[in-house]
């Protein structure tokens, strides 16, 4: 009964197509009769749809169903309203591709039907009474939302909302139901209206064409912008390639334009450094006449060098000799002066019996006698006046000759520095010739070596020239003797190994930098260091023999700063080889900065090998022996225990030998002389000579420095606190003013501070 009465219901199904192949998008709208007919309304084209949605629209619109066709329509939509009262489901979860075939409209039901349906199907009048003849199913349709042969209710999944939530525009569910069942209480109008209200209320979404028009347009807008925004993406990217491509091109010439420069750079060094090398020879060839050279002397089946003077020492041999002419004419001189020189007024007053042995000398003279031997008469005497002025002018003259030979003597003095930088000179120059490296090879394709700056006994240390950093280095250069074994090559490389270790992690304005370390092959390896223009220490001395006390405190100031970093830093390390070779001065003179190098025999006082009383020395016999402590030479069953003081000691040797030009143990001995003779053990006191003079100050310093106890010796961290150097003033009594600084005074009075 409720099935026929809602087979008299209009039934309306809107819904919205979208067509993605040919981009159309409209509106559809069912209208079902109770007569069995229906037909689509084709809706206007949505925004962004052409014309040919309008036809798509039409395609829908005016369809007519057969009426058993939409009998299953309405049994659908009864059945989904039952469901949905008892499940509390919307309705659009019944229109999905999994129900039953048999509740979609093509579904083939008895023949006796069969040809009304195909009738309708075939043709179908409009309402102007035209025909129109339909070639395929409505169901056709939708086969692109999903489900096969589906009617409009079980299209995509659009959300629609339930009829429970639908209060504000219909009746509840039971109500109508209710209304339904009982045909005497409603007119076939109500009838209609309510079949009409739960019909759209089960089917219809509440998205209207507006809503869905705006939602599209906003999308649209979206899909505009991301597009946009994509497009200006494109573009930013097209302008960074653009720009990353202009970048490396400029980056390509600018690499051709370095290279360039690079490679006019080493041009023009290697000419300044062939000119130097050129004018270092020239003027070595002139030394050679002026100072000497080496000549070759043969001594029976071998050939030694003999070392020759040039014309300099040569002239100053001869006005030595001159001069030594000259006193010994003069003291001649003097002692026939002595022979006429007058009688006192006491010689005047002698016995006349003189006279006659006088006369007989006369007589003699006068060859009266007949002697056979000549006598020569006595000189004339001289007045008191002219023995004066005879005495005077000797007197002049042998201190002239004491000045002139005073000044050859200083002059022979400075010749002789002179001589040894000739000669280092030679050496150097001979040194540079017979070396590999001597043609201005480039190293690790970075390093453009230039000339070189001295040679030990395994390695070559040459002024080098920094490609990349656009900087002077000094290049050190190890080269391992072929004929070793491969441990000994083994062991050298591991102590160079470990001194770049050590030396890699300094970072202090006393100490040379290590910017790098490379192989050549496997017998050649390589040590870049910070170049400084000066000469070292011992160098300096060597010049000049000594310095003031000032510029010999400011050296030790640096060098101590130097060592209190060593002991610092973790785990402290003794460099075990301070002397003045190893101190640079940077600008050369002694009035500027220092720095220390050379860290080959340092030692790591980690805690494996340190204990409390120092650490044992596994290199005894290594080093330089004028600068080591006596604990360095104690031979026992167990090596000595060696500590920080060892750099101590070091420390006070090298401001000794800055003060008065000396060593204070084994000055003018050999390193063998020392060790045989035990001259550094037998060093229990050091004795100061009388000039140059040196202040009591630095005496004390020196020897708090070399106490022969290593127990009685300052340590680094003391010596940097020692009054002595203090940056702007020396107190002269430093318990006194101690005391007084206890006292609480605020200054110590003017006499007890010496500025220095």
Known sequence: MQEDELSMNQLQYRQFIHVPNIGLNFSAKYHGTGEGQGRWDGGAAQPGS?????????????????????????????????????????????????????????????????????????????????????????????????????????????????????HSHSAPASTIRQNSSSPTSLSFGDHMMHSKQLSIKSVQTDLTVLKLAALESNKNQDLEKKEGRIDDLLRANCDLRRQIDEQQKLLEKYKERLNKCITMSKKLLIEKSTQEKQACRERSMQDRLRLGHFTTVRHGASFTEQWADGFAFQNLVKQQEWINQQREE??????????????????????ATNSEPKQRKAKAVNGADNDTFLKPSLPQLLTLAEYHEQEEIFKLRLGHLKKEEAEIQAELERLERVRNLHIRELKRINNEDSSQFKDHPTLNERYLLLHLLGRGGFSEVYKAFDLFEQRYAAVKIHQLNKNWREEKKENYHKHACREYRIHKQLDHPRIVKLYDYFSLDTDTFCTVLEYCEGND??????????????????????????????NE?????????????????????????????????????????????????????????????PECFVVGKEPPKISNKVDVWSVGVIFFQCLYGRKPFGHNQSQQDILQENTILKATEVQFPVKPVATNEAKAFIRRCLAYRKEDRFDVHQLGSDSYLLPHMRRSNSSGNL???????????????IPY
């Not at 005391?739 to 501070?753: C, E, R, Y």
């Open 537 to 566: 220490l011992d160098f300096y001395l060597k010049q000049h023999k000594l310095m003031s006390e000032k510029e010999a405190r400011s050296i030790v100031m640096q060098i101590v700063n130097a060592l209190r970093y060593l």
């Open 50 to 166: 052409s014309a040919a949605g309008v036809a798509g629209g039409a395609l829908y619109g005016g369809g007519e169903w057969k009426h058993r066709e939409h009998r299953e329509h309405q049994r659908g939509a009864t059945k989904g309203l039952t469901n949905n009262e008892c499940s509390n489901h919307s309705f659009g979860s019944l229109g999905s591709s999994s129900d039953k075939e048999s509740e979609t409209p093509e579904k083939k039901h008895s023949d006796s039907s069969r040809g009304r349906k195909r009738k309708a199907e075939n043709q179908s009048e409009s309402s102007q009474g035209k025909t129109v003849v339909r070639g395929s199913k409505i169901s056709d349709y939708f086969d692109f939302q999903g489900g096969n042969g589906s009617s409009p209710v079980r299209g995509p999944p659009i959300a629609l909302r339930s009829p429970q939530n639908s």
């Open 330 to 351: 003069i003291e001649r001189q003097r002692k026939l002066l002595a022979k006429r020189k007058p009688p006192t007024a006491n010689a005047s007053q002698a016995p």
């Open 739 to 753: 005391q007084l600084a206890l006292s609480g005074s605020s200054a110590p009075p003017p006499s007890s501070i």
């Open 569 to 629: 830093i973790k785990p402290p390390i003794i460099h075990y080889d301070l002397k003045p070779g190893n101190i640079l001065l940077v600008d050369g003179t002694a009035c500027g900065e220092i720095k220390i190098t050379d860290f080959g025999l340092s030692k790591i006082m980690d805690d494996d090998n340190y204990g409390v009383d120092g650490m044992d020395l596994t290199s005894q016999g290594a080093g330089t022996y004028w600068y080591l402590p």
